[in-house]
C-alpha cells in the first residue's frame, strides 16, 4: 500500500449565484480594490488515501467528491494526486 495527497477544490458552477461571492466582491470597493471583482468562493478539502496505486487512489477520490464532497447540481470539482 502506498500514501496519497489528494487536494480538492470544490467551486459553485459559474451559472450558480454565490451571495458570499457577492458580498466580498461588494466589500472590495469598501477597502479601495474596485479593480478586484466576480469573485467566487468555494471551500478547499485535503485527504490522505491509502491504495495500491495512483489510478486506484485517483478513482477512489472521485467517488467520494461525487458521492460526498460536492453537490454535483451546484458544484463543480478538480483535484490533484502526489504520492507521499
Known amino acids: 500500500m502506498k500514501t496519497f495527497q489528494a487536494e ?10 454565490d451571495p458570499q461571492g457577492k458580498a466580498v466582491t461588494g466589500s472590495m ?3 479601495g480594490l474596485a479593480e478586484i471583482h466576480n469573485i467566487r468562493i468555494g471551500k478547499h ?3 490522505q488515501i491509502e491504495a495500491d496505486s ?3 487512489a485517483h ?3 472521485e467517488l ?4 460526498l464532497l460536492a453537490n ?8 490533484k494526486i502526489e504520492q507521499v
Do not use: W
Not at 8 to 17: G, N, R, S
Open 72 to 79: 454535483l447540481i451546484m458544484e463543480s470539482y478538480t483535484f
Open 45 to 47: 478539502i485535503s485527504l
Open 64 to 67: 467520494a467528491c461525487k458521492n
Open 29 to 31: 470597493k469598501n477597502l
Open 54 to 56: 495512483a489510478e486506484i
Open 8 to 17: 480538492i477544490d470544490v467551486m459553485p458552477k459559474k451559472e450558480i449565484l
Open 59 to 61: 478513482e477512489k477520490v
